[in-house]
C-alpha cells in the first residue's frame, strides 16, 4: 500500500509514518491510567490523529451534530494475506457504561472523518478495507458490573438501557457488531453510502488491573 506516501505528499504537516513489525497508540492525558497499546505482528501505516482532530474543530465551527465532534487516540492501516485493514483505538481508564458508549461514538466519528480524508486518494476504496473498532481499558470492577445489572432493567429507549445493553455486550462477547442504521447519531442524518459503514466492529481490549500498556497482536483480530 502507497497509502503513507500519498497522505505524506497531501499532508507534510502531519506524522505519517511506516512502522514494521509494531506501533503504538498513545492516550496522553495526565490522569490517563491506560497510557499505550502496543499493536504488533504486522508493518503497519501510522496516521497522526491531529488530522482527524482538526477535521473535527472544523465540523465544531460548521454546527454539525455532535456525533462529528469526536476523534479517537490512534489510526492504523495495514495488509495481511491479501487483505487491507484500518484499526481505529480509543483508550479509557476504566470499564464505565458512558465512557465506553462514548468511545464508540468517537470511533464512528473518527470513521467518518478518516474515510473522508483517504477518499482524496487515487487508490483508495471503502470497501477493499476492513474497518474495526477497538476500545481498551482496565478491567471491570464490582461496582462496573452491579451498576451495569441495575442498567439493563431500564425501559427499552432509556439511554441508561442503550449504554447497559452496549457495555454487557461488550464485556461478555468481548465484541459486537453495528450497523450504521442502528447507531441513534446517524440514523436520521442525509449522509450518502460513501460516507458510512455497512457493519463495524467493535472490540474491548481489556488491560489487567495495576498494567497502563497492553500489547496486542493484530492476527487475533483478523
Known sequence: ???????????????????????????????????????????????????VKEFTQFFQKSGTPHIFHLDCDGIILFEENGKKYIFISELKSSFDMRDLYYAKDQIISSFIKINMILHLLPNYRKEDYVFKGFIACLSPNAEFIRELHKGLFFKRGNRFKTEAEFADELYHDKSIKLKASECD?????PLGNNCLFNELEFHYLEVPSGNNSYTVDVLQYI
Open 1 to 51: 500500500m502507497s497509502v503513507s506516501t500519498d497522505l505524506k505528499t497531501l499532508f507534510p504537516n502531519y506524522d505519517i509514518n511506516y512502522h514494521i513489525g509494531k506501533t503504538t497508540i498513545s492516550e496522553k492525558g495526565i490522569q490517563a491510567k491506560v497510557k499505550e497499546i502496543h499493536w504488533v505482528n504486522s508493518d503497519f501505516h501510522y496516521i497522526d490523529t491531529s488530522i
Open 185 to 189: 447519531q446517524l440514523r436520521n442524518l
